[in-house]
Each structure stands twice: as structure tokens, then as C-alpha cells.
């Protein structure tokens, strides 16, 4: 049996992660990329037109306008312990090195990553509460959502109500779009949603479930030949010392990945990462 250190510690590298299984005609995330060429012509370049630096830089240079975007969404859903000491924690970080701050979490990201690709469609591993996918359904309100969860109560030591929490907080934000609920291990429910849906792909993926260096090298995998070229996959703690195994597996699976470019954030806070797809 692991120990909680291997399982949530630094990462050995001689740890073997999980690799994707490639599909072979994967679907386009239509505005992050140039329009198919013409029967005849030669697409000189893979598809994809903007990289993920480009858009964590925009997120980083502009956190003012992103981190307002955020306190305001915060401020219209329900509040728990953590929201509160997150908007004390933007408004201190803005008062005292205001626009230069930098700050980026995976709010401001998803709200960054939804205005730059414009998303048809977002999955979440990880839902809990809402913040992530009500911050997606904000700029994106008619986006088709796939939300996967075990609602473990007492998550982190905070209440986690369910679905119908959830659902109550996307119908505040304005969200028109299809939502599905896919409640079970993420181990599990993923593969099976993945057989039963083969022509399925997403435009941004939030991995955000099993914090365990081994169960977030799973999710990973099982996601990523599903996410569209041009499309995103966001991940969160990559700078958590309480989860320090996380960042070694962003690093190795997506950093390293030539399919991807990628952006890290890991300076202030717990860190996120995001990847773009680029073939």
C-alpha cells in the first residue's frame, strides 16, 4: 500500500505515469484555429494560432481585469469559508502591488482561457462547489458542460452540497447550455462516459479530482486524446507544498509533451497550469 508521502509527495522519477492512448482524427477547437484548407491545398503549419504563453502572459499582464471578473462572479454565488479568504486575498494583493501583481489561479485562468478560445464545450473533474465551471458558463453561457464528481462530503473540511447546488449556481450566472452530471470515481466514470460518447471532444478540460500524483497521472491521461487541437486542459496545484508530487506530473505530462504548449504558474498562491493542443 502507498504511503500518504508517496502518494502525495515529491515524485520519484523512476515513478512510470500513465500514457494517453492517441485517437486518430481528433476533433478542432474551431476559433483557436486557422479554417481547414482547401481540397488541393497544403496546410503548412498545424492548425493551432495562439499558444498557451501567449494567453498566460494576457492573464498575468492583465490580473486587474481578470481578478475584478472574479470577485465579481464570486460575489454572486453562494459563499463558503474559502471564497471569503479568496476575495480578502485579491482585494490585499491589488491594494499593494496593484497591477503588476501577476497573480493567476484557476479562476482567473478558466475566465482567460473562455474569453481567448471560446469554448463550445468544457469538461470538470473536480466540481465541488461550482466556482470553476460557473467562472467558464460566465463567458461562455451557451457552452455544453460535463461535470464529473464523487461530492465527498466535508471536502477539505467545507460543505459540498451536490448537483443541485451546483445547478442552482450556473441558473444565477445565466448558463443555457446542455450540463451533464457524471457522479462516481472519475477512474471509472471517465472511461466508460469516453466509450459511450467515441466522437466526443472538449474545447477546455479542467483536471481538479484525485489529488494523488498517481490519480491525477490518471485523469490526465484518460482526458487529453479527448480534448480538441486547439483546445485546453487546465490544472490546478501545480505549486501545492501540501500536494508537492503535482507539479512533477503537469511537468512531465504536459510541460515535456511536444503536442502542447504550456504555462505555468507557481509563484504566489498553489499554482495552475494550462496546456494547448497543438496536433
Known amino acids: 500500500m502507498s504511503t500518504k508521502a508517496e502518494r502525495f509527495g515529491p515524485l520519484s522519477l523512476s515513478v512510470v505515469l500513465p500514457q ?5 482524427k481528433p476533433g478542432r477547437s474551431e476559433h483557436a484555429c486557422a479554417p481547414p484548407v482547401k481540397d488541393g491545398e497544403t ?14 502572459t494576457a492573464i498575468s499582464r492583465d490580473c486587474r ?29 491589488l491594494d499593494r502591488y496593484g497591477d503588476d501583481w501577476g497573480y493567476v489561479d484557476i479562476v482567473t485562468a478558466v475566465l482567460g482561457l473562455a474569453e481567448w478560445l471560446k469554448p463550445k464545450s468544457y469538461l470538470e473533474i473536480g466540481v465541488r462547489r461550482g466556482r470553476s465551471v460557473c467562472a467558464l458558463a460566465s463567458v461562455r453561457p451557451s457552452a455544453h458542460i460535463a461535470m464529473f464528481d464523487m461530492w465527498v462530503q466535508n471536502y477539505a473540511g467545507m460543505e ?17 447550455g446542455k450540463r451533464e452530471f457524471v457522479d462516481g470515481n472519475s477512474h471509472e466514470t471517465l472511461k466508460r462516459y469516453f466509450a459511450d460518447h467515441p466522437d466526443t471532444y472538449f474545447d477546455l478540460i479542467t483536471v481538479d479530482g484525485d489529488h494523488s500524483n498517481l490519480g491525477a497521472a ?3 491521461s484518460d482526458v487529453l486524446p479527448r480534448l480538441s487541437v486547439g483546445g485546453a486542459v487546465l490544472f490546478d ?8 508530487g503535482l507539479g512533477e506530473v503537469w511537468r512531465r505530462m504536459l ?6 504548449s504550456a504555462y505555468t504558474y507557481s509563484e504566489v498562491g498553489y499554482g495552475v497550469g494550462f496546456a494547448i493542443r497543438k496536433y
Open 20 to 24: 494517453p492512448t492517441w485517437t486518430t
Open 43 to 56: 496546410e503548412w503549419y498545424p492548425p493551432v494560432m495562439v499558444g498557451a504563453g501567449a494567453v498566460g
Open 65 to 93: 481585469k481578470y481578478l475584478d471578473q472574479a470577485s465579481a462572479l464570486l460575489g454572486r454565488l453562494e459563499p463558503d469559508e474559502y471564497v471569503r479568504y479568496l476575495l480578502d486575498y485579491y482585494k490585499l494583493g
Open 160 to 176: 459540498n452540497p451536490g448537483p443541485a447546488h451546483v445547478n442552482a449556481e450556473l441558473d444565477k450566472i445565466g448558463h443555457t
Open 218 to 220: 490518471e485523469d490526465i
Open 237 to 244: 496545484d501545480t505549486g501545492n507544498p501540501n500536494v508537492a
Open 255 to 260: 510541460v515535456e509533451n511536444p503536442r502542447f
